[in-house]
């Protein structure tokens, strides 16, 4: 079993709508979620944090976790065809782990006009 | 803030030459910085983690003596691809963050194009 799963994907949504993407996490200890966007040949740039069960919100982006069923996912509202990019979930295990992200493979998501 | 720059942007070597890419925190002190590599359509793989003034972990299977780093600095790492071979060419990427903490962000370098011919 994978350390952390995302669907690869791709998924697509029409403009305007809501894409939901999905990722689950293996170590039961993990205490930070990070959710990273990738556009195709650039490096990956932060969009979310979250620490804490329950939801987070910026802007048209909100992030749940829910750490008993293991799982966090990132919810994009009024999707844009800018939005396109590869989603990369995140996640900092716990004990000794000196600050190292294991991530998810990643979903591809496509908003199309 | 949380600014990461990396240098080259891209590269083009022979083969059996060495590369040096240069990774540096703008406008933090980076108490520990990360070096990923990437291949196409896959996700980031974790090569090391190196702390200021100390010596790189590596992860598994990844050879410390081709892929040399070197964190002389709270600000700077450098990676350093010895004799690069073409399957050496990839997508690397470094990303630093300001602490060890749970909550610390790994902001993320623009990586560096590495061809190997």
């Known amino acids: 079993q994978k350390e952390v799963e995302q669907n690869s994907g791709p998924l697509s949504v029409p403009e305007g709508a809501i894409a939901s993407l999905n990722c689950t996490y293996s170590d039961r200890v993990s205490q930070s979620f990070f959710w990273y966007r990738q556009y195709s040949g650039k490096s990956p740039e932060l969009i979310m944090s979250i620490y804490s069960n329950g939801d987070k919100e910026d802007g048209r982006f909100t992030a749940q976790l829910n750490k008993a069923s293991q799982y966090v996912s990132l919810l994009i509202r009024d999707s844009q065809p800018s939005d396109s990019a590869t989603y990369l979930c995140a996640v900092k295990p716990g004990g000794t782990s000196y600050g190292k992200l294991t991530f998810g493979q990643g979903t591809i998501l496509t908003v199309h006009p | 803030g949380a600014v990461v720059s990396q240098h080259p942007s891209w590269v083009i070597c022979k083969s059996g030459t060495s590369v040096k890419i240069e990774c540096r925190s703008l406008d933090f002190q980076a108490t520990t910085m990360f070096w990923y590599r990437q291949f196409p359509k896959q996700s980031l793989m974790l090569m090391a983690t190196?702390?200021?003034?100390?010596?790189?972990?590596?992860e598994q299977g990844v050879e410390k003596d081709k892929f040399l780093i070197n964190h002389a600095s709270l600000t700077l790492s450098t990676l350093t691809v010895t004799s690069a071979h073409p399957e050496d060419s990839s997508f690397y990427i470094c990303?630093?963050?300001?602490?060890?903490?749970?909550?610390?962000?790994?902001?993320f370098g623009p990586g560096t194009r590495l061809l190997v011919l």
């Open positions: 190196s702390n200021e003034g100390s010596k790189a972990t590596y």
């Open positions: 990303s630093a963050t300001p602490g060890q903490g749970n909550q610390e962000t790994q902001y």
